[in-house]
């Protein structure tokens, strides 16, 4: 099996900062894309940012020019850094990952996520 686990959440007031983590582990064979989502109280999961095995990125609008994601493909892990957050970036924020696993006879693909990691940012 594959977990997901994030850590680096936490309060912080406006204007400051937090580094997310997000370490998968088990039966990997290789990982595709690797992302952020975060989900605030009573609205849907929504996409932060996400990062290919190759470093290509994509970002929501409300976080462009705020949020760097990164990956470390030797560690199977992947960063967010969250500079001049906001109340709004209050959420919990998830990882996911497309993992590829070594099954008896073949490869098999799919998504996985963490179990969240709360960021609440104070006015």
């Known amino acids: 099996q594959v977990q997901l686990v994030e850590s680096g959440g936490g309060l912080v007031q406006a204007g400051g900062s937090l580094r997310l983590s997000c370490v998968a582990s088990g039966s990997i064979f290789s990982i595709n894309a690797m992302g952020w989502y975060r989900q605030a109280p009573g609205q849907q999961r929504e996409l932060v940012a996400t990062?290919?095995?190759?470093?290509?990125?994509n970002y929501a609008d409300s976080v462009k020019g705020r949020f760097t994601i990164s990956r470390d493909n030797a560690k199977n892990t992947v960063y967010l850094q969250m500079n001049n957050l906001k109340p709004e970036d209050t959420a919990v924020y998830y990882c996911?990952?497309?993992?590829?696993?070594?099954?008896?006879?073949?490869?098999?693909?799919?998504?996985?996520w963490g179990q969240g990691t709360q960021v609440t940012v104070s006015s």
């Open positions: 996911n990952a497309d993992v590829v696993r070594v099954v008896p006879g073949t490869l098999y693909e799919r998504d996985y």
């Open positions: 990062i290919t095995s190759g470093g290509s990125t």
